[in-house]
């Protein structure tokens, strides 16, 4: 079992719905990431969690703890926001503090 | 301020060579992180540079080496390149934990 999981792996939508993007994990973090990669393969670091929630514009992202999850949500979606969203969690091992991707989630926005 | 470059964009090499890549932060960034990225494993973390130190590393075989030079430019090596190594190498750098920028990658293709 990966120590990240992602859900759904594919999804699309409607220009206009609201996206809601999952990620539960295994193992004790520090932080989890959500980031962003454009189909030319670009990477953009959208938020980083370490409890509670966070918006940027459209976006918001949650993280419970105690639960294993995270969840990023989309508002309004735009066709402009079909990319790969990708959850990677942050976490000490054996001393060496290294970052755990998911397999990340296609968004495709249809106008 | 310039993003994060990587050089070169491309390459293509033979199996048994070895190859160099090289990753230039944006300026007053002294933290860099190298990763890679593969259609059947994902986004993996090779390993961490900071201030010319290796901070953490991922589980590479240690044919994958980098190193950081003092104006916090860094470069990846790998040796005796095998054909699963074909992939996009990204390099991302940081002023402060958290918030990665990353650069448009290198795609490495050996044949």
């Known amino acids: 079992k990966n120590e990240v999981e992602q859900s759904p792996q594919n999804l699309t939508a409607q220009e206009g719905e609201f996206i809601t993007i999952n990620c539960s994990y295994s193992v004790g973090i520090s932080a989890l990431h959500w980031l962003q990669q454009h189909p030319g393969g670009g990477i953009v670091s959208l938020f980083m969690l370490s409890s509670g929630k966070k918006k940027h514009g459209r976006l918001i992202a949650t993280i419970n703890i105690q639960e294993k999850h995270s969840s990023l949500h989309i508002t309004a979606s735009h066709p402009r926001d079909s990319a790969v969203y990708i959850c990677a969690v942050k976490r000490r091992d054996f001393g060496n503090e290294k970052l755990t991707f998911g397999t990340g989630t296609r968004l495709t926005i249809i106008p | 301020k310039a993003g994060v470059t990587q050089t070169p964009r491309y390459l293509i090499k033979t199996r048994g060579q070895q190859v160099t890549l090289s990753c230039s932060p944006i300026s007053g960034h002294r933290s860099v992180s190298w990763y890679q990225q593969t259609p059947g494993q994902g986004l993996q973390f090779l390993f961490e540079?900071?201030?010319?130190?290796?901070?953490n590393k991922g589980n590479f075989p240690g044919r994958f080496s980098g190193r950081q030079f003092s104006n916090s430019r860094s470069e990846m090596n790998v040796s005796t390149l095998e054909l699963g190594d074909s992939a996009l190498y990204l390099c991302a750098s940081s002023l402060k934990p958290g918030v990665q920028y990353f650069g448009p990658g290198t795609r490495l293709t050996v044949t």
């Open positions: 540079y900071f201030s010319e130190t290796q901070r």
